[in-house]
């Protein structure tokens, strides 16, 4: 490496000590990232590179490793290290809130933690978010995992999970990749019959949310089902 190079290397590092991320582009945002995983190569070209190959550092961030690779002329480093910002950025808010078990008491609080726990997935995903009496978590629970757009969601398997962890309430999560929050007929068909499952146990479902991006929709906020309750 020139010394021009680490030069340019040690401001950037500084930049980010002294200010953070705020005052960084996307591309220099993946130039920082791309000093620990590539050398020998000018890092600021191949981020712009990079990004303008996906449109977006978003889209980079969520692609197949491979496809990275592929499309970009990248190592497996560079593509596995890309690859891991969603799911360790997730990994820390999760972790974050579990540390304390967080008492989710309102639509707000439901809603900012399944985004967190959406953060970066690219397919499908439903949980079970099991709560006791006082609102708090008992545990978060991936209920199943499905392509794109699809996952099959089985009462049956939501009151194996809801014995299990002893919820005496419960809150539906899951994600649409796509973009678009708004639930589908089967979504909301789906909800229906979990509440009917659940309502010999005397668990409430307190609420669905669908996460997409930064943004959720709420079942019990938009009056998407009529037989919901607010508390």
Avoid: W
């Avoid at 809130?97 to 953060?119: F, W």
């Amino acid at each position: 490496m020139t010394n021009l190079h680490k030069g340019h290397r040690e401001r950037i590092k500084k930049r980010f000590i002294d200010y953070g991320l705020d005052s960084f582009s996307d591309h220099q945002v993946l130039e920082l990232l791309l000093f620990y995983c590539v050398h020998m190569r000018d890092t600021n070209e191949l981020a712009h590179k990079m990004i303008n190959e996906f449109g977006s550092l978003t889209n980079l961030f969520d692609a197949d490793p491979i496809v990275i690779m592929n499309k970009c002329s990248v190592s497996m480093n560079v593509a596995v290290l890309i690859s891991m910002i969603p799911a360790l950025s997730r990994r820390y808010h999760t972790n974050k809130y579990l540390l304390d078990k967080p008492i989710l008491n309102s639509t707000k609080k439901i809603g900012n933690y399944a985004i967190a726990l959406m953060l970066g997935r690219t397919v499908e995903h439903f949980f079970l978010i099991c709560l006791n009496s006082q609102r708090k978590l008992i545990e978060s629970v991936l209920v199943s995992e499905g392509t794109v757009d699809e996952t099959p969601i089985y009462p049956r398997k939501i009151v194996e999970i809801v014995l299990k962890y002893h919820a005496t309430s419960i809150v539906l999560v899951h994600n649409h990749p796509g973009g678009s929050f708004i639930p589908s007929n089967s979504d909301i068909e789906s909800t229906q019959k979990i509440i009917s499952a659940l309502e010999p146990l005397n668990i409430e479902v307190l609420d669905h949310i669908i996460v997409s991006g930064n943004d959720y929709y709420s079942f019990v906020e938009r009056n998407t089902l009529t037989n919901y309750k607010r508390k």
